[in-house]
Each structure stands twice: as C-alpha cells, then as structure tokens.
C-alpha cells in the first residue's frame, strides 16, 4: 500500500510503500509519548526504507534518545518549522522505515485488534483504552509488526514481492 504523509505545516511530504499498513499498535514508551505528544502513546507502521521519497527535506530534523545513558542509533524525524513527528529509522534494520501514523494522510485499515506496548512507561495519567481481545505487554512483544500482520492474515503483497 502507498502511504503519503506530511507535517501540520505543510513543509515536509512524504510517500513510502508498506506491506504492513494497520495502525495496530500503541506504545506508550516515554520517547514516543514525548516526541509524538499524542494520547500518551504513538502508532508506528513499517514501511520500505528504499521506497521513502520526501518533499520539503530542508525542513527535516532528526533527533537521536538517550537510552540507559547511550545515544540511540535511531533516528526520529520530524518537521523543523512545526515539529511534526514524521518516521523512525534504525540502522539496525536498514530495509525499515517506520512512519508515525498520526503523520499519515493516506486512509488507513482499521485493525481487528489493538496491542498495547511499554505500558511499564505509561504514566497514571493516561488511560490505556483496552479493548476485549486487546493484547498488553510491559515491554516489547515477541512478534514483529510484520509478523502480527502475517498472523491476522493482513500483509499487504506488493508487485516487487510477486
């Protein structure tokens, strides 16, 4: 599926190819909940790294967490006129860009099921909205999102993968 994107601003664009479109996850980690500022907790889908092509790259910043006391080697972008959190990418999966759904334009499924991630970093203030059926984790899942996407039936095939 072709997902385009932007910021509030207008002054970043973007487009990528995804198999894995379904906004299914939430992670409530203090890194996506401060950088995305949305709900206590952000939506990141996987897309294809090779098939990113961005308008307004100018306005692009990239900012790097501090994890237990170490840089990061994930990079967050996001607009510099209006700071828009835009996509996650880590070199320690270079095929995968991960867009922040909250900066998707594109209509996206809706998702038969939502997992809830990091819910250790939730703080008391937010009220994780959990479903029946709704899966809830700690920490991190087992289960990649390609991986959910493959077990509830829903990845995308595109034409390259034929």
């Known amino acids: 599926m072709k997902l385009e994107g932007s910021c509030h601003c207008g002054g970043v664009s973007y487009s990528m190819n995804s198999k894995t479109p ?19 907790y952000a939506i990141n889908l996987a897309a294809d790294a090779e098939s990113l092509q961005i308008n307004g ?8 967490a501090v994890i237990d006391g170490k840089d990061s080697l994930a990079q ?25 759904a909250s900066s998707i334009d594109t209509v996206l499924p809706v998702p038969p099921q939502t997992v809830h991630i990091m819910l250790a970093s939730k703080p008391d203030w ?23 996407h493959v077990r509830h039936g829903l990845l995308e095939v595109t034409a390259s993968d034929d």
Do not use: N
């Open 126 to 148: 937010v009220v994780a909205d959990i479903a029946e059926g709704d899966l809830q984790f700690d920490g991190y899942p087992k289960d990649s999102i390609e991986q959910w």
């Open 57 to 64: 790259g100018e306005h692009l910043g990239v900012y790097s």
């Open 76 to 100: 967050r972008s996001f607009c510099s006129k209006c700071a828009t959190a835009l996509w996650v990418y880590d070199p320690q999966w270079p095929e995968l860009v991960h867009p922040f």
């Open 22 to 40: 379904y906004p299914y996850m939430r992670c409530y980690c203090s890194i996506c909940r401060k950088t995305g500022g949305g709900g206590g």
